[in-house]
Nanobody, 124 residues
Framework: QVQLAESGGGLVQAGGSLRLSCIAS????????MGWFRQAPGKEREFVAG????????RHADSVRGRFTISRDSAKNTVYLQMNSLKPEDTAVYYC?????????????????WGHGTQVTVSS
């Protein structure tokens, strides 16, 4: 059973940085895609970034490109989301996701496995 455990959320001022981590367990993840979604209060869940585990190919949403970077450490079975130049509109619960696929999908229904989420709050 795949398990995903996020950490690294918190309160930060606008313009600041945070790094989210997601430790994945339960199997080897070659052939998987991993990623991050977020959901702000009253809004739908949205894709943030994704990465193919084997190749390291990444995809970022337009709203975060140039500010956020997804990466992975295969030895630690960990996916990271480095978030710089944070804005109040980045405030949300951030979820780590995984799926046995090579497609970097942006729809939440395409991902089979979800973590519990970590809160990120950006103050103005």
């Amino acid at each position: 059973q795949v398990q995903l455990a996020e950490s690294g959320g918190g309160l930060v001022q606008a313009g600041g940085s945070l790094r989210l981590s997601c430790i994945a367990s339960g199997r080897t993840f070659s052939g998987y895609v991993m990623g991050w979604f977020r959901q702000a209060p009253g809004k739908e869940r949205e894709f943030v970034a994704g990465i193919r585990w084997s190749s390291g190919t990444t995809r970022h949403a337009d709203s975060v490109r140039g500010r956020f970077t997804i990466s992975r450490d295969s030895a630690k079975n960990t996916v990271y989301l480095q978030m710089n130049s944070l804005k109040p509109e980045d405030t949300a619960v951030y979820y780590c996701v995984a799926d046995p696929s090579v497609i970097l999908a942006t729809q939440d229904g395409e991902y089979d496995y979800w973590g519990h989420g970590t809160q990120v709050t950006v103050s103005s």
